[in-house]
């Protein structure tokens, strides 16, 4: 088909739809006008356009651009009666229609254990202050879980029944006599604090250093809603030409304020445990109460020289707490076995 | 320990309220736990930590509380005419004491002084045992003692005051007047005052007459040396006992005193004396009856105070701060110390019943703890220093971000297990399980092997829970046992899925791309037969020789065994192992500017042959144009190509980096990929 011959039916068509549109005085006639000129299967337009495939390559653009201005001058058209007549909108053909009410596709995503959250809070802050993240075994020897913490061996901690011992053929029957370190193999315990890791680290790094070790922890315990014989702590430790106490109350402070998210204040109350001296216990003041925190000290000189550092020249503070209390606490988690229950209904709820 | 507030007055004078000091003890190392009205008097209950043995008794309290405020501490006097050498020189003639002295009527034998260092008695004869006057009741009352007798009333306030355990046997009861301290003979039978029977062993001490054991030393009497109402003649006991000895027994027998509990943090050795003649002393003025003069004491050498000399630039070295000398030196005389001081040091002897304080950081920490910690600043120095995340928690991050981003929820749980054919699965090792001497949770006394069989458990919970659709992840160390050598602990990533095992596959593919990168080692993998997973359904990716990860269908045996709903895809993942090759950075690989050419590629193949050798044999074939292979879909028309037959599509991109291909260059690619498949894989392409 001839360009000129195209443009020439397109203007008329506009003519035509124009003066039709003007006059139209129902909002029936308009919708037969509207189905006559842009219906989906044989309005006017719709010719039109398939007359479009046969107009030659080079005329295509000049055509396809006209055949554009028509149609939207059409559609205005039709949408000036529209409003001149009070009809709402034009209907559009029929056919499955999109419903943006419907509730979206969600991506099915997994969530991170509460524990996990904290000990990365925990690792995030204490990054931050200069702390490195050390690790250690689980499975320890009386030396680093015991004898160089200065806890000797009449000492409570080490009573067979309140640790894991490893049960072998050979060790069974010295163990349970509460003699250890005379039985023909060496014992072993699953770790009672992750202090243990501070020994090893001060046993083979370089000094001056500061670190924090995370990890799982053991105590026999009966289970219920604030004990479970398994549980996480976080242990600091920071040895240096001068370190202090005041240090100690301020990289606690420091780490409060991190974590609480507000100024608050810390308070030392003395304590007892046999690798620090002096010891305490730590709180903080937050909305209005004291609230324990964990322990800390001073690293006892017998610690120094157990691992054949001169407590003359280093000092060091060490602390440690329980991950469990703190992540119930920030997540409101009133029973800890819901922590080792695994139930989807409980893990999805802390998700980040 | 409970305190009596009205008590406690007897020995200072506090003019602050009980809130007030309360809130000092805390600060100053007694923990509050509550306080309590009882019979109209203030009962304080107070957590001693264990080295402070010392506070165990009202005086010692009184003590803190003097120290405290700078306070007289008022003791009691003990104010009997009798010698305390245990020698028997002439007796004063002066009553209530007799002529007559203890050596004659009681002998007494240490056979156990490794158990009972030093063991003293002393004798009353003629006491008319009846109740206690009403206000020594009632002080015993508030404190949760329930009043006996007279006697023993008197035994159990002083060690409520002093902190020394006594015990009161009737000396008729005495079989030939002999005392033997003594180790119990094996499986001997021991009648307590509790009325109940225990068997002890020979590493407990027991006080003995010849015939019998009378009392479990240091924790509690027997029922048969008990003074009754008709006993006339008594026997004071006033003893040390060694404290792991006394805590051995008490554990053991479940029997745990007021007297093991003082015994196990060893008790003022000096101070047996002074509590034996409180003790006759309240006896006499309230049952009457005559004290025998001496005592006989199985080890009456004075012990020699320990000399602690303490620095006085240490003080602020420690602490932080300067606290004066002169206080420093206050301080520890207030609490008892004896001290010799100069202007950079001094030299403290300590009290005999502050037995922790033996080294110059204890007494720093007397110091500190006295002087107060609020004194302490909370804003000092904290010098920076270099600081970065280790590549350990680089790689988890990663780890995690793909569990989550593939549906699955982390779990945690407890590292021990039971013994039940799904705690059995153990793809890492035929070694057997570590064990524990004390069961973690009731049955579960294993170490885990594996993360499978605690993620089977979690997904039976969620099962019994109707929670549906459930992928659950965890990251732990599983303990693999190495004969006599240390146990090797191996960091895993383990998984379940309600889903068949490609889900997994992908999760594990996706983590060591995205960990290793394209510079990571080459794996080879390989089908494994574990007997745990359906037969033909399980993989494991090998890195010289060892094992770095597995996947697989949980069998239909176990399915069955433990009524799992739906499919059960597993596999775990040697974290320890991807971290070994983990890049430290992604490094940009430069991209080819030359367009790439993608060919579809339709075979028929045999059911039996694998996605794995298809591969196999075209990134052999294809040469180095060739940049990927990727796998498309496998359907099975068998109307056109037979039964046995399955059809796979899959995907090639051939490109260059030094030209833009031709056609004919990528026919050639095609044409060899074509040909080696048919002849090794007797696949049939199909025309597209």
């Known amino acids: 088909m001839?360009?000129?011959?195209?443009?020439?039916?397109?203007?008329?068509?506009?003519?035509?739809?124009?003066?039709?549109?003007?006059?139209?005085?129902?909002?029936?006639?308009?919708?037969?006008l509207r189905v006559k000129y842009t219906g989906a299967k044989s309005g006017a337009l719709k010719s039109v356009q398939k007359m479009l495939a046969g107009i030659e390559g080079k005329d295509k653009p000049a055509a396809g651009k006209r055949f554009n201005e028509v149609r939207?001058?059409?559609?205005?058209?039709?949408?000036?009666?529209?409003?001149?007549?009070?009809?709402?909108?034009?209907?559009?053909?029929?056919g499955p229609s999109f419903d943006p009410t419907l509730p979206g596709l969600r991506p099915n995503l997994g969530t991170i254990h509460p524990i996990t959250q904290s000990l990365e809070h925990l690792?995030?802050?204490?990054?931050?202050?200069?702390?490195?993240?050390?690790?250690?075994?689980?499975?320890?020897?009386?030396?680093?879980?015991?004898?160089?913490?200065?806890?000797?061996?009449?000492?409570?901690?080490r009573d067979p029944l309140d640790n894991f011992y490893l049960a072998t053929a050979k060790a069974s029957a010295p163990i349970l006599a509460g003699r250890t370190t005379q039985s023909a193999q060496p014992a072993r315990l699953l770790r009672s604090q992750t202090s243990t890791v501070q020994i090893r680290v001060m046993e083979t790094q370089p000094l001056p250093l500061r670190i924090i070790s995370l990890g799982r922890v053991y105590r026999p315990d009966a289970p219920d809603a604030t004990h479970f014989p398994m549980f996480h702590q976080m242990e600091g430790l920071w040895v240096d030409r001068n370190v202090t106490m005041a240090q100690l109350k301020s990289v606690l402070r420091l780490f409060a304020t991190s974590y609480l998210g507000g100024d608050v204040n810390i308070r030392f109350r003395p304590s007892f445990f046999p690798f620090t001296e002096p010891s305490v216990e730590v709180d903080y003041w937050w909305n209005g109460q004291w609230i324990e925190f964990g322990g800390a000290g001073m690293v006892d000189p017998n610690v120094f020289q157990a691992v054949g550092i001169d407590p003359e020249v280093w000092s060091g503070f060490a602390f440690g707490l329980g991950v469990e209390r703190l992540c119930m606490r920030r997540f409101g988690i009133t029973d800890i076995r819901d922590l080792y229950r695994s139930d989807v209904r409980f893990l999805r709820q802390f998700a980040t | 320990m409970l305190i009596s507030w009205e008590w406690l007055a007897d020995y200072v004078k506090l003019d602050a309220s009980i809130e007030q000091v309360v809130e000092r003890w805390a600060l100053s190392g007694l923990n509050h736990e509550s306080t309590q009205w009882v019979e109209g008097v203030p009962v304080i209950d107070l957590e001693v930590t264990s080295n402070?043995?010392?506070?165990?008794?009202?005086?010692?309290?009184?003590?803190?509380?003097?120290?405290?405020?700078?306070?007289?501490?008022?003791?009691?006097?003990?104010?009997?005419?009798?010698?305390?050498?245990?020698?028997?020189?002439?007796?004063?003639?002066?009553?209530?004491?007799?002529?007559?002295?203890?050596?004659?009527?009681?002998?007494?034998?240490?056979?156990?002084?490794?158990?009972?260092?030093?063991?003293?008695?002393?004798?009353?004869?003629?006491?008319?045992?009846?109740?206690?006057?009403?206000?020594?009741?009632?002080?015993?009352?508030?404190?949760?003692?329930?009043?006996?007798?007279?006697?023993?009333?008197?035994?159990?306030?002083?060690?409520?005051?002093?902190?020394?355990?006594?015990?009161?046997?009737?000396?008729?009861?005495?079989?030939?007047?002999?005392?033997?301290?003594?180790?119990?003979?094996?499986?001997?039978?021991?009648?307590?005052?509790?009325?109940?029977?225990?068997?002890?062993?020979?590493?407990?001490v027991v006080i003995a007459d010849t015939k019998n054991a009378l009392a479990l030393g240091g924790v509690m009497g027997g029922l048969d040396s008990e003074v009754t109402e008709s006993t006339v003649d008594l026997l004071i006991e006033a003893a040390s006992f060694e404290p792991m000895s006394i805590r051995r027994t008490a554990r053991k027998l479940k029997l745990h005193s007021a007297s093991s509990h003082r015994f196990e943090r060893r008790i003022d050795p000096d101070g047996l004396d002074f509590a034996s003649l409180r003790c006759c002393q309240w006896i006499l003025q309230f049952a009457g009856g005559e004290l025998l003069d001496g005592l006989i004491d199985t080890h009456p050498e004075p012990r020699l105070p320990s000399r602690v000399e303490l620095r006085r630039s240490r003080v602020s070295r420690v602490l932080g701060i300067e606290v004066p000398w002169a206080q420093s030196q206050d301080i520890l005389r207030r609490l008892g110390c004896t001290v010799e001081s100069q202007e950079e040091s001094l030299v403290a002897l300590a009290p005999s019943f502050r037995q922790d304080l033996t080294r110059e950081i204890d007494l720093i920490e007397e110091i500190a703890r006295v002087h107060g910690y609020e004194a302490i600043p909370e804003d000092a120095m904290v010098p920076m220093v270099a600081s970065a995340r280790r590549p350990k928690d680089t790689m988890m991050f990663t780890v995690r971000s793909i569990a989550c981003a593939s549906g699955f929820s982390e779990t945690l749980n407890p590292s021990l297990i039971g013994k039940t054919p799904i705690d059995r699965i153990s793809p890492w090792t035929n070694q057997d399980p570590l064990g524990t001497f004390v069961p973690l949770l009731e049955g579960a006394s294993n170490l885990r092997r594996s993360l499978i069989p605690s993620l089977i458990a979690a997904r039976l919970h969620n099962q019994s829970q109707s929670n549906r659709d459930v992928r659950l992840f965890e990251t732990a160390n599983v303990y693999l046992s190495q004969g006599d050598a240390l146990p090797k602990e191996q960091y895993n990533f383990g998984c379940i899925a309600e889903s068949e095992p490609r889900v997994v596959r992908g999760v594990f593919e996706e983590m060591i791309d995205r960990v290793w990168g394209h510079e990571g080692p080459v794996l080879e993998?390989?089908?494994?037969?574990?007997?745990?997973?359906?037969?033909?359904?399980?993989?494991?990716w090998f890195l010289q020789g060892s094992m770095v990860a597995w996947v697989g269908s949980l069998s239909r045996a176990l399915v069955q065994a433990n009524k799992i709903d739906g499919p059960v895809a597993v596999g775990e993942l040697d974290l320890d192992l991807l971290l070994a090759s983990a890049r430290s950075v992604p490094k940009l690989r430069a991209l080819s500017p030359y367009p790439a050419i993608l060919r579809d590629l339709n075979f028929v193949v045999d059911e039996s042959v694998r996605w794995g050798q298809i591969r196999a044999t075209i990134e052999q074939s294809a040469g180095e144009l060739c940049k990927e292979v990727v796998f498309r879909e496998i359907y099975r028309d068998t109307k056109r190509d037979g039964e046995g037959k399955k059809r796979v599509l899959l995907t090639l991109k051939i490109q260059s980096d030094s030209e833009t291909l031709k056609g004919e260059q990528a026919d050639t690619v095609v044409t060899s990929v074509v040909s080696a498949c048919a002849a090794q894989q007797g696949a049939k392409l199909l025309a597209s």
Request: aromatic share 6%.
């Open chain 1, 72 to 94: 939207d001058g059409i559609e205005e058209a039709l949408a000036q009666a529209a409003q001149r007549l009070g009809v709402s909108g034009v209907q559009e053909s029929i």
């Open chain 1, 2 to 32: 001839a360009l000129d011959q195209f443009l020439t039916a397109l203007d008329s068509m506009l003519g035509e739809a124009r003066a039709c549109l003007e006059t139209v005085d129902s909002a029936e006639a308009l919708e037969q």
């Open chain 2, 52 to 204: 402070r043995a010392d506070c165990l008794g009202h005086i010692g309290i009184a003590r803190e509380a003097a120290v405290l405020y700078s306070l007289p501490l008022k003791l009691p006097s003990v104010d009997l005419p009798v010698s305390k050498q245990p020698v028997s020189k002439q007796p004063v003639s002066k009553q209530p004491v007799s002529k007559q002295t203890v050596r004659e009527v009681l002998e007494v034998e240490n056979l156990f002084p490794e158990a009972c260092p030093r063991y003293t008695v002393r004798v009353l004869r003629g006491v008319k045992i009846g109740p206690s006057p009403e206000w020594f009741a009632k002080r015993l009352r508030t404190i949760g003692i329930r009043p006996i007798n007279n006697v023993v009333d008197a035994t159990n306030y002083v060690m409520m005051e002093c902190g020394q355990p006594l015990h009161a046997f009737d000396l008729d009861r005495v079989a030939s007047r002999r005392i033997i301290v003594r180790p119990a003979a094996d499986k001997e039978n021991f009648q307590a005052i509790d009325h109940r029977n225990y068997v002890l062993d020979p590493q407990m």
């Open chain 1, 123 to 157: 690792k995030e802050i204490m990054g931050r202050l200069g702390f490195n993240v050390t690790e250690g075994p689980e499975i320890e020897d009386p030396w680093h879980n015991f004898v160089a913490l200065n806890i000797p061996e009449d000492h409570p901690a």
């Open chain 2, 525 to 540: 993998e390989r089908l494994v037969d574990f007997d745990f997973l359906d037969k033909g359904s399980s993989i494991a």
